[in-house]
């Protein structure tokens, strides 16, 4: 079985394709902006059951989703990407972080797990990491990995 921290055999190639899930619009509307000018391909989901059937239509290099909504919570989206998504990156977001719960999604596969409120360099970092363990080397947009160099 292959390992997550480990980038996948064959350098991934084209836009790093990245999953919104967040019940609250305003997060959508400040992070897609932000991470589409930088050369991501961003698509936003305020309902998790829509966010669940898009994931049956395309491959997303990266899901980064609130822990706490209603109809389905993040650490069940979590969970159902895990199970079926192997070269897929989960990060959860979320206003309520307390270490167990931040364990449990580590455990539960997640990449990452960011604390609200955070700034869109922030989630930008963490997409970078999650992005060079799928094995992108570079993307579209020049410069964009140069930024998170230092």
């Given at each position: 079985m292959e390992s997550k921290d480990e980038p996948v055999a064959a350098a991934a190639e084209g836009p790093i394709s990245v999953m919104i899930v967040d019940?609250?619009?305003?997060?959508?509307?400040?992070?897609?902006?932000?991470?589409?000018?930088?050369?991501?391909?961003?698509?936003?989901f305020e309902s998790p059951t829509v966010a669940l059937k898009r994931l049956g239509e395309k491959e997303f290099d990266i899901v980064v989703t609130d822990l706490r909504m209603d109809e389905v919570d993040g650490i069940q989206l979590l969970e159902h990407i895990m199970s079926s998504k192997s070269n897929t990156r989960v990060v959860l977001i979320t206003g309520y972080a307390t270490v167990e719960v931040a364990r449990e999604a580590l455990v539960k596969g997640a990449f990452d797990f960011i604390a609200k409120p955070f700034k869109p360099k922030d989630l930008k970092a963490v997409i970078y990491k999650a992005a060079l363990?799928?094995?992108?080397?570079?993307?579209?947009?020049?410069?964009?990995?140069?930024?998170?160099?230092s």
């Open positions: 019940d609250e619009p305003i997060v959508g509307k400040r992070l897609k902006p932000a991470l589409s000018k930088h050369g991501f391909e961003v698509e936003v363990s799928l094995g992108y080397k570079g993307v579209q947009k020049p410069g964009l990995f140069s930024q998170f160099r």
